[in-house]
């Protein structure tokens, strides 16, 4: 069993950070996925009714995309 003071040492700050990275690329892109889903499916819904709706529905579909890419610069200005 490794006491409070020797745990210290095994927590590396490089670590930390790439587990920090990896989260904040890894839930945004979750986040993205489940948003875009729904998103998808409506404007799929619309554009069966009305086809003249495919550009907001092409737009509407790419907005949760952005949120991955901040999650990357947030990543990559952590590491």
């Known amino acids: 069993m490794v006491d409070a003071a020797a745990a210290v040492v095994y927590m590396d700050p490089a670590g930390l950070k790439a587990i ?15 948003a875009e889903r729904d998103i998808g499916s409506a404007a799929i819904g619309a554009m069966a009714e009305n086809e003249s709706l495919f550009g907001k529905g092409l737009i509407l579909t790419v907005i949760p995309e952005t949120i991955v890419i901040f999650g990357l610069v947030v990543a990559l200005l952590i590491s």
Do not use: D, Q
Not at 20 to 34: C, F, P, Y
């Open 20 to 34: 920090g990275a990896g989260l904040a690329v890894g839930l945004t892109g979750l986040a993205s996925g489940i």
